[in-house]
């Protein structure tokens, strides 16, 4: 037993003896004065025994502490087993018989002790090495560097082909990604490239040309802007791709002034007649900077919707029979043809 138990024990025999000699002094047949003398020095007791008492509580609660606290720094050994006092000490290999280290972290260990310092983590980004880069041929560089762009910004590496100034690593990840959607013939010399942007300048160059061959081709494009047209019968939607891919290769070209309201004010400037009711209500009531070319598309669409079908059948208004061009057509074709075969008849018989 612990030195502050056997105090709080003896602390309270104390209180205890003291009531009692209270109740042997305080006798009710004695003089007031002396019962009143007992009864203070029994209270005085008491409330030193009591005093005594607390001060031994705070003590133990002190020690159980301190225990506690040594009890949490030493590490738990899970399912070790005291030695059996019958067999005595096994003599044992410490090579052979050495408990493994537990691989779990420090701060997992104990109850309630102090958790240990975080584990710095380095978190490494996509590079993309098993991602399905596109491919460059001959014909579609305009399609490949669009969804090269796209991929590369996604795991933020386009800037390393757009400025150039991304730290070395990055810049070797972009280049990285852009050796993987080059044909094999190329890749050894893209390799030796000093940074990413070196090596989509080089790409650009081949396939669309140095500045003289680029502005000349973006002459021809423009030439092409400007005479675009519908074609006969041409659905809405197959001038509106015409249209868009052509923007795209202007832009690819160097073409500074493109933008979507351009594309829209081409695109109403194309439209054939039977739209020209709705073109006025766009241009009149709608701002080309909130408008794209799919949203005219849209509002193209609804004439081609509403068209309704030719009539079939002859209209009688007022009794009299109204044709359309196509059925007064048709009875002059069947009134030709039936004086013809009536000719031939005749002159068959007249032979």
Known sequence: M?????????????????????????????DRAR???AAEAAAAQAAQAAWEAAAAAQEAAATAAALRAEVDREPRAYGRRSPDPRRGSPSRSPERHRRAQSPSPAHRRGRGGRRGSPVVQTVYKDGGAGTPWPMLTKSNYHEWS????????ARQLW????????????????LEAIIAGVPQDMQVSLADKLTAKDASDSIAAARIGVDRVRRATLQRLRKEWENL????????????????TLKQQMILHGERNMDEER????????????????????????????????EVIGRLKTVDDLDDDPAHEPVSVGGKLMLTEEQWLACQKKKDAGGASGSASSSGEAR
């Open 263 to 294: 594309a829209v004010e081409k695109l109403l400037r194309a439209t054939p007649r039977k739209y020209a009711q709705l073109k006025v209500a766009i241009e009149t009531l709608l701002d080309f900077q909130d408008l794209t070319i799919e």
């Open 35 to 37: 019962r009143l003398a």
């Open 146 to 153: 669009t969804l090269m762009r796209l991929k590369m910004q």
């Open 159 to 174: 800037d390393a082909v757009e400025y150039g100034d991304l730290p070395y690593h990055d810049d070797r990840r972009a």
């Open 2 to 30: 612990s030195t502050s138990s056997q105090r709080a024990r003896v602390a309270l025999a104390a209180a205890a003896g003291a009531y009692l000699e209270a109740g042997v002094v305080v006798n009710p047949g004695g």
């Open 229 to 244: 047209s519908f074609h006969p019968g041409e659905h809405i939607e197959d001038f509106a791709l015409r249209l868009a």
